[in-house]
């Protein structure tokens, strides 16, 4: 398993006139504020990054990135930086580390291409909808360094899905939506997910216990993280829950994960993508999640 940069610094794209800064909501972006790092966590989630234990800050989200693969390849000095690199900045008097970064002492965001840093920031001081801010990083770095900016570190994945420079911003995607992705906007984006689902696989993957339906998936060619369904979020109606799930057993989602709205459309592949909790985007087939 390994982070997508594109869907890394595409996160941010999607997300532009979507948040209000703050530190005191979801910091995830879930209930329409976030801050710097809570975005930083949730988008590489979503990029394919294991699951997170809490929403880092950033004076612990080095041991985040570092489960994940990222590399500590700068601090305090010049590297040449690429599309997806993970930035951290601290303020504090004397550092030389991230400690003591936490709240407002520290800043991070992530590079869209080599000289184009974006983040969720304070840096209209809190408007609605205006926390994704992009800037070019020297003029960004050089301003905060005369605000008192005491140290910089760069992280970089080194196993990874190579990132274009631009990034494609799906609200500029000229794909037309499929009939299926139609019909669910025509609905305001709301699902509902009573059917019954075969168990097709099981495996354990991401820390979870997951299962796929082929059908969903959109066949067997399917990705446990993009498509595995948490068996968490299902009840087997079978055999009694208290029994472990087989394959062939029939589920259906629970009362807590059967209704909601869909998070993501892919046109292209004609799929949507629904967000279970801590368990990030799980794609389903359009025209079989119409049928739920």
């Given at each position: 398993?390994?982070?997508?940069l ?57 041991d ?23 930035i ?9 580390s ?42 960004y ?7 008192g900016?005491?140290?910089v570190?760069?992280?970089?994945l ?6 274009n ?21 025509q ?20 820390d ?9 998936s ?15 979020r ?13 394959v ?9 994960n059967?209704?909601g ?12 993508g ?19």
């Amino acid at each position: 398993m390994s982070v997508d940069l594109n869907k890394l610094v595409g996160w941010y794209d999607r997300h532009v006139g979507q948040l209000t800064y703050s530190m005191l909501g979801s910091r995830n972006g879930t209930d329409g504020t976030a801050d710097c790092s809570g975005s930083v966590v949730q988008a590489i989630r979503d990029a394919g990054g294991i699951p997170y234990s809490w929403l880092y800050n950033t004076e612990s989200l080095g041991d985040y990135l570092a489960a994940n693969g990222f590399k500590l390849i700068a601090r305090n000095q010049d590297w040449v930086g690429n599309s997806g690199d993970v930035i951290l900045m601290n303020w504090a008097d004397k550092a030389n580390s991230m400690k003591g970064s936490g709240g407002a002492g520290g800043h991070v965001g992530v590079l869209k291409d080599a000289n184009t840093f974006i983040s969720t920031d304070y840096w209209t001081g809190g408007q609605d909808n205006t926390a994704v801010s992009e800037h070019n990083w020297n003029d960004y770095y050089n301003t905060e360094v005369a605000n008192g900016l005491q140290y910089v570190e760069a992280w970089r994945l080194t196993d990874s899905t190579p990132a274009n420079d631009k990034p494609v911003n799906p609200a500029n995607d000229v794909t037309p939506d499929t009939p299926a992705i139609k019909r669910f906007k025509q609905f305001k984006n709301e699902f509902t997910a009573y059917s019954q689902i075969r168990v097709d696989e099981i495996k354990f993957v991401n820390d979870i216990w997951q299962f796929v339906n082929y059908d969903l998936s959109g066949g067997k060619d399917f990705d446990w993280t993009d498509n595995g369904i948490s068996l968490a979020r299902v009840d087997n109606k079978t055999r009694s829950n208290e029994d472990d799930t087989q394959v062939g057993d029939m589920v259906a989602f629970n009362s807590e994960n059967n209704e909601g709205t869909i998070d993501e459309y892919d046109a292209p592949s004609n799929a949507v993508g629904i967000k279970f909790g801590d368990d990030g985007i799980v794609w389903f087939d359009a025209d079989k999640a119409l049928a739920l």
